[in-house]
């Protein structure tokens, strides 16, 4: 197996800018396909999905090999966990910011007191 | 436990949701009361947010300065398009790292949602590239892969 340079996230982000090209990935989250399995749901020839197809190799978000006169491709794992990093840091971000928010909210005088049933028996 | 959801919309959105435990008019002064904004709004542990100028009016100048206490800082200037007290803003951002980032025109709506407030934020960027930069930014440390949070974040 070769092993992987970590791909530049730019390239990756870009490759990603494209419609056809989310969806080949979302095709290839389901496992390894080759290029005519790719290219049957688009209407688009072999050729145009192929360029598509260079685009994600040369980003790192896909790995391609030969079998025969076959191509295979795949998720590349490791240009694909570098997307999800990104991601997931800018969650982490936004969701420690809310968590704050929340003790904030809690903080502030409550509203004044509405029509609301409580029930107080003990 | 957290209720918040981070998902992109066609090519130019980033849509964010969370529920909180307060009720609208609470989460929208948060949202535009600087004294407040500057008890949340403040990244990684560690940050702080010494400038905040936010001016909740139509055309109202908008500028949040970040920095680390040890030399590290960025900032952010926006300015208020439309207000509708306790259930819309809609305001423009762009960040300077240093250079300006493209506008980022965010509408963020709260709405009543149980006992609380459902917060909808709809980011909506000039273009694919741009969306994909700003993803990208500020971002360094990792967590697990998953390929199912890719399919319904990135693919989506």
Redesign the interface.
Known sequence: MKRLRPPS??HA??A????TR??I??RL?RGEATVMQLAQPFSMTQPAISRHLKVLEHAGLIVRRAEGTKRHCR?A?HG??A????????????????????????A?PA?PPKHIERNKQR | MSKMTLTTEGDRHVLVTRHFAAPPAAVYRAHIEPELIQQWMLGPDGWTMPVCVSDPRPGGAIRFEWTDGKGAGFYLTGEYLELQPHSRIVHVERMFLPDPTPDNHVETTFAPNGNGTLMTMRMTLPDSQTRAAMLATGMEHGMEASYVRLETTVLA
């Open positions: 996230l730019d982000f870009a990603l800018a494209d419609p989310r969806a990935l979302s989250t998720l794992q694909i966990a997307v999800d990093q990104w991601l997931s840091t800018l969650r982490a971000a936004l969701e420690t910011n809310y968590n704050r928010l929340d003790q904030v909210l809690a502030m509203e």
